[in-house]
């Protein structure tokens, strides 16, 4: 069935050290969502990428969508311990004639001070 | 505020005993869908609703059953919960299928 893979599934890292998780999907995209639930959350929506190599920017936070809309990243520059969490893709699949949003599994990130 | 409401919070009851736990959005959102979380599962869909009286079966619904009488509401149903279902619940609604979607604070359930 459609998958969509995420890794790694752990990252520690010291603060100031960069961060990437990165998703890869079996099947074409129509599009990729990122979610990032702190511990004891609930997922909040950080981005929405559409296009074929798109890349979007969001402070330190940086996205990007492969060219073939089957892969994508989400890169932190310098974690700082507010990065803590765990950072959920999620791709809509408009395989056939269903319309489905497909998660990834998730990468926890621990930050250490 | 716009937000995504979830009741209860918090709930331990026993096998059998049938629960309904509410969602509630105020945005005027025509999606809303309904997650249950695991840990190493992630999320995982058990039903969702692109519209009222519209409601598809997601990954997981055996065991639950939902409604969508009106486009705010969107309650879960667990006709006889069994312990398999202990797990954490988020509801969650967008303006549209595919949109960015708010969800709700969770409901950690417990079934003994």
């Known amino acids: 069935g459609q998958q969509v893979m995420q890794i790694p599934q752990y990252q520690h890292v010291q603060e100031g050290e960069d961060f990437t998780t990165y998703c890869n999907s079996s099947?074409?995209?129509?599009?990729i969502q990122w979610y990032k639930q702190r511990p004891g959350g609930h997922p909040v929506f950080l981005i929405q990428?559409?296009?074929s190599g798109e890349v979007k920017k969001q402070k330190r936070l940086t996205f990007q969508f492969g060219e073939a809309k089957k892969n994508s990243s989400l890169h932190i520059t310098a974690t700082q311990t507010t990065d803590v969490g765990t950072y959920f893709c999620?791709?809509?699949?408009?395989?056939?004639?269903?319309?489905?949003?497909?998660w990834g599994l998730g990468t926890s990130l621990a930050v250490n001070p | 505020e716009a937000q995504v409401t979830q009741n209860p919070r918090y709930l331990i009851t026993v096998t059998g005993k049938k629960l309904t736990v509410t969602c509630s959005q105020n945005?005027?959102?025509?999606?809303m869908s309904w997650y249950r979380q695991d840990p190493g599962l992630g999320l995982r869909q058990i039903y969702y609703s692109m519209n009222v009286e519209v409601t598809d079966k997601g990954d997981v619904p055996e065991g639950y059953k939902v409604s969508r009488k009106e486009k705010r509401n969107f309650p879960l149903i667990l006709e006889s919960p069994s312990p398999n279902q202990t797990s954490l619940y988020f509801c969650?609604?967008?303006?549209?299928?595919?949109?960015?979607?708010?969800f709700g604070p969770g409901t950690r359930l417990t079934v003994t």
């Open positions: 945005m005027n959102h025509e999606y």
């Open positions: 969650a609604s967008s303006l549209w299928t595919g949109d960015e979607q708010y």
């Open positions: 990428l559409v296009k």
């Open positions: 999620a791709g809509y699949s408009d395989a056939g004639n269903n319309r489905k949003l497909i």
């Open positions: 099947t074409t995209l129509s599009n």
